[in-house]
């Protein structure tokens, strides 16, 4: 199992300039969700998904789009980027949406925006 | 809305010390809370959880208390050794909210050799 992937690890942008950011997991998890974390701060919840082809908002969703097109995927996009962006993107996953599910956390993306 | 911070944002501690780390909460319909521990480069790690029914919960070498009177919890990690630096989260699943969670700030454990 390689548990939670995320790709790219590291991505220098342009402002304006759109991207995805691709999650992967192989736990056959029904919920994804996407974070940022910014210096001095704690993660903070984007989207999530409660299952294939379901998406919902999370705290700070602005800017950014989502789609779970298979279950196994959770995308995270960038249409116009701006340097409030810069951040660490981490996706993470769990096995149900009963409260207390563990979540299990991807390495990050690295973006910067510029 | 709630909050969920940490008193320390850095903790030193020497190695085979006892290291403690704290976190205060808000909202005092909290009932459920996570530590979570994030090496450098690496994504967040479950440590351990406890729910407002239970005042202690142990694991391997780590305690969590809950003081729901001052709304404050800690994690105790005994004999710190150099693969526990790294950051900790204190963390809460709020009541209604699936299995959402809001992360504290986040306290960095340094061990001292």
């Known amino acids: 199992n390689a548990g939670v992937t995320q790709t790219p690890k590291f991505r220098v942008l342009k402002t304006g300039q759109s991207m995805t950011l691709l999650c992967a997991q192989d736990?056959?998890?029904?919920?994804m969700y996407w974070y940022r974390q910014d210096p001095g701060m704690g993660l903070r919840l984007i989207h999530y998904s409660v299952g294939e082809g379901t998406t919902a908002k999370g705290e700070v969703p602005d800017g950014y789009n989502v789609s779970r097109l298979k279950k196994q995927n959770f995308l995270l996009g960038l249409e116009s980027a701006a340097p409030s962006q810069t951040s660490v993107y981490f996706c993470?996953?769990?096995?149900?949406?009963?409260?207390?599910?563990?979540?299990?956390f991807g390495p990050g993306t690295r973006l910067l925006v510029l | 809305g709630e909050s969920v911070g940490l008193h320390l944002p850095t903790l030193s501690v020497q190695e085979g010390d006892n290291s403690i780390i704290n976190c205060a909460y808000s909202n005092s319909a909290s009932d459920y809370f996570i530590w979570y521990k994030q090496e450098s480069g690496k994504g967040p790690q479950f440590i351990i959880d406890?729910?407002?029914?239970?005042d202690k919960r142990q694991g391997q070498r780590v305690t969590v208390l809950l003081n729901k009177t001052v709304k404050h919890l800690s994690l105790q990690i005994a004999a710190t050794q150099p693969g526990d630096s790294a950051v900790y989260f204190c963390a809460e699943n709020p009541k209604g909210g699936g299995n959402k969670l809001t992360f504290g700030t986040g306290t960095q454990l340094k061990v001292e050799l």
């Open positions: 993470a996953s769990s096995y149900h949406a009963v409260r207390g599910e563990t979540q299990y």
């Open positions: 736990m056959n998890h029904e919920y």
């Open positions: 406890i729910r407002s029914n239970m």
